[in-house]
């Protein structure tokens, strides 16, 4: 059993920045996919990135004009890490940001909520 915890939000203005951590209570080297979803008032859970045990990236649908180039994923197998840095927050990504795992030698290509097993308690976002 693998526990997921976030920690680094907070309230910022906008502009600011961010670095999200999540880590793991254990070595996630053995195949894991490791993943930011993030919620936002009034939508679903929605996919930011994963990042596979090869440091491939994958991006979720939402990623597009709205994220690129604000948010960069990364992970640090030795530490047990995963982070999200997001830069020139805005308003709109305010919500709650949560950590997901699972056993997926590859992540897959379509990043799914319902897909995940592992996931951390969230960690809450607020840009004014």
């Known amino acids: 059993h693998v526990q997921l915890v976030e920690s680094g939000g907070g309230s910022v203005q906008s502009g600011g920045s961010l670095r999200l951590s999540c880590a793991a209570s254990?070595?996630?080297?053995?195949?894991?996919?490791m993943a930011w979803f993030r919620q936002v008032p009034g939508k679903e859970r929605e996919a930011v990135a994963a990042?596979?045990?090869?440091?491939?990236?994958?991006?979720?649908?939402s990623y597009g004009d709205s994220m690129r180039g604000r948010f960069t994923i990364s992970r640090y197998n030795n530490l047990n890490t995963l982070y999200l840095e997001i830069k020139n927050l805005k308003p709109e990504d305010t919500g709650v940001y949560y950590c997901?795992?699972?056993?997926?030698?590859?992540?897959?290509?379509?990043?799914?909520?319902?897909?995940?097993?592992?996931w951390g308690q969230g960690t809450q976002v607020t840009v004014s």
């Open positions: 997901a795992a699972e056993h997926w030698e590859y992540c897959s290509w379509l990043l799914l909520p319902r897909d995940f097993g592992y």
């Open positions: 990042v596979d045990n090869d440091g491939k990236t994958t991006y979720g649908e």
């Open positions: 254990r070595y996630t080297s053995q195949y894991f996919c």
